[in-house]
């Protein structure tokens, strides 16, 4: 701190002492006082002055050199707050406290920064471990299709296609959850509201699955007469998650259902399937990160991010969703749409 700088800074104070001492002068010199006397006192003024201005100034330039050693030795300068030296100044406190404040606010910003970049790294090693099953399996029917033997009629090519394509289908799943789980912290970015068509919706997240369902002999009805407003495309999503659920839980003859019930506040979309259901003591859990339960532990390729990312999702959307099941018996999943009388106008 220059000495030039801390003056300029007392110059209001200053200022105050020279009207001050004018003021005293005149006073002083409209009651009798000498010249001599006067003169003085002003002295005397200037001197105390002086000294104090002095001091002050040797106080703040010895505070200020010691936070700035501080500082340039801390390798994490954010934790300057809490190694600050002490004051007794009202001033310094209160700085202090804000700065320890402000530092404690950046510190948990950081760990939450470090848990989503730790979470990420460790769900992209997880999928690839994922993907290496069905691109390995692409590549073994690839194999055998180029024996001659193995493709000899076309039913056998058909039957070799189908698999192909029921394996290419599982890598667009993939790739699926871990671009949306990529953009889920920008939903804004990307999400249009609009009025959509559920039946449509559920119809296309269906016809996107066929190969599976009728792999796995599903039977499946939709009846959602009732429109919202929200991005059919996210939405698409999240019913594709919940399909695959539905299936790869499933029972011996399964059965998915979509239906939508209307009420003055909100429009609720229902899936339910017939399948091994959610035992109670965990169903409070299905939407946690990682968490697969007994049935994922049944099923090595769970990952237990699938609804995890829908309820991100869903919440980036402002659609509420909740789970209700049964074990041994199914489970429903429901999405709950606000509906907006401002928007239901238009």
Known sequence: MKLWDFLKDKCLLLLCHAVCGTAL??????????????????????????????TNFYWRQAYFKETKRILDNLDQRYLL??????????????????????????????????DAQKDYKEYIESW?????????????????????????????????????????????????LALYYARSENVHKDFFIQKTNLQDICQQALGKNKLLLIE????????????VYTDGKWIEFILNQMILNSVKYRSDSPVLSFSTTKGEKSVILTLEDNGTGIRAEELSRIFEKGFTGSNGRNHQRATGMGLYLCQKLCGKLGIGLTAESEFGKGTKMLLEFPVSNYISRQ
């Open 128 to 176: 690839v471990h994922e993907i290496k099953a069905p691109i390995t399996s692409v590549s073994l029917l690839c194999e055998n299709g180029r024996k001659k033997d193995a493709l000899a009629d076309l039913a056998a090519a058909r039957e070799q296609l189908r698999r192909v394509d029921m394996e290419n289908q599982k890598i667009e799943n993939h790739v699926d």
């Open 216 to 227: 796995n002999q599903a039977r499946a009805e939709v009846s959602c007469p009732d429109p």
């Open 25 to 54: 002068a005149v006073f002083l010199t409209l009651t009798g006082y000498g010249r001599a006397n006067i003169c003085l006192i002003l002295i005397f003024w200037l001197l105390i002055l002086t000294i104090w201005l002095a």
């Open 81 to 114: 707050g809490e190694l600050l030296p002490r004051s007794f100044r009202l001033e310094d406190r209160l700085y202090r406290e804000m700065i320890l404040r402000s530092n404690k606010s950046v510190i948990e910003r950081l760990r939450e920064m470090e």
